[in-house]
């Protein structure tokens, strides 16, 4: 396991991660997926020299029922499929909370339905109201990621209410 910033993987790396996660997701992953999970730390699970396993937490603005919070989003969380149901992606979520909890208000995270049993018995929470994007245009409700969006609450943040994302490229949750 190695946490490493973007700006520190090898040229080797920065290659093999698109090619494991597309290995993982499949064709559902593209090339906004591979844009979200880069400017933050990387979560690394190496064997033989190869990536096997991922998880990037990146810093986004969330409001929660108005309160502006710093968040650490989780991205592309993938185990290689040869290599999954062995505790890979359970390590993995060890390191992603122990830095969302040392350096951030809330985590956040847009599960997919096969995985939210994953984050839910790690006590992650599905957000129990609606959720949202702040747009150039306004702040837009995004019903589809009502019941995916799961949070880590690290301070006092209120449960309730919008929960609202900044705006990006592809998926905004
Ligand atoms: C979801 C994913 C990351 C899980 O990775 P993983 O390394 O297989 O996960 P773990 O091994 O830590 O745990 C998964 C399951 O295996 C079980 N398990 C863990 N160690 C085990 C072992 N030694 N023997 C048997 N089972 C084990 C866990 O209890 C867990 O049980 P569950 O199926 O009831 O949830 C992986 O399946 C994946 O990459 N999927 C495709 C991409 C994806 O959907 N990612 C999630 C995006 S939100």
């Known amino acids: 396991m190695r946490t490493v910033h ?11 991660l698109p090619t494991m996660l597309r290995a993982a997701f ?3 992953f ?10 933050g730390l990387h979560v690394l699970a190496e064997a033989g020299g190869r990536i096997i396993g991922h998880a990037a937490v990146v810093q ?4 929660a029922d108005g309160v502006p919070l710093r968040a650490g989003y989780v ?18 979520m060890d390191e992603v909370e122990r830095i969302i909890r040392a350096a951030y208000d809330i985590g956040a995270l847009s599960a997919a ?11 992650w929470v599905r957000w129990p109201g609606t959720t949202a ?15 995916s969006t799961y949070v880590l609450p690290v301070a006092a943040v209120p ?3 919008v929960l609202t994302c900044d705006f990006r490229s592809g998926d905004v949750w």
Do not use: M, N
């Open 26 to 28: 499949g064709d559902r």
């Open 60 to 63: 986004r603005s969330l409001l």
């Open 113 to 123: 339905a096969a995985a939210a049993g994953l984050y839910a018995r790690r006590g």
């Open 159 to 161: 449960l309730e209410g």
């Open 75 to 92: 991205e592309a969380v993938a185990v290689h499929p040869d290599h999954q149901r062995l505790g890979y992606a359970t390590a993995i």
């Open 6 to 16: 973007t700006a520190d993987l090898s040229a080797g790396e920065r290659a093999q």
């Open 30 to 39: 593209d090339e906004h997926d591979l844009a979200h999970a880069l400017g």
């Open 133 to 147: 994007v702040l747009t150039p245009k306004g702040a837009r409700p995004t019903p589809r990621d009502d019941g």
